[in-house]
């Protein structure tokens, strides 16, 4: 019987932002944290992240709502992740 091993913080941060590249989100790393910001919000479309907010939530992580952006943070990731709902 082999025990598993627990997920790193960069196994959890990478799964989160390989959905969200796969829906249309940009990811940018700055200032120790990342930024992600849809595709479609530099032409003036707001994007609502519901559908990434959802899988976060699922995978552990908490969701707190900033002005004109969501804040995702998880207890075992070291990194906050900004998802903005304007242009970057």
Same mark, same amino acid.
């Given at each position: 019987?082999?025990?598993?091993?627990?997920?790193? $913080?960069?196994?959890?941060?990478?799964?989160?932002?390989?959905?969200?590249?796969?829906?249309?989100?940009?990811? #940018?790393?700055? $200032?120790?944290?990342?930024?992600?910001?849809?595709?479609? #919000?530099?032409?003036?479309?707001?994007?609502?992240?519901?559908?990434?907010?959802?899988?976060?939530?699922? #995978?552990?992580?908490?969701?707190?709502?900033? &002005?004109?952006?969501?804040?995702?943070?998880? &207890?075992?990731?070291?990194?906050?992740?900004?998802?903005?709902?304007? #242009?970057?």
């Amino acid at each position: 019987m082999a025990v598993a091993s627990p997920r790193t $913080d960069w196994s959890l941060l990478s799964t989160l932002l390989r959905l969200a590249q796969r829906e249309g989100w940009n990811v #940018a790393f700055r $200032d120790g944290s990342v930024l992600v910001v849809h595709r479609r #919000a530099a032409r003036g479309v707001v994007v609502l992240p519901a559908v990434l907010l959802g899988h976060a939530r699922e #995978a552990g992580w908490r969701v707190a709502r900033r &002005p004109g952006a969501f804040e995702l943070r998880h &207890p075992a990731v070291r990194h906050r992740i900004q998802v903005s709902l304007q #242009a970057a």
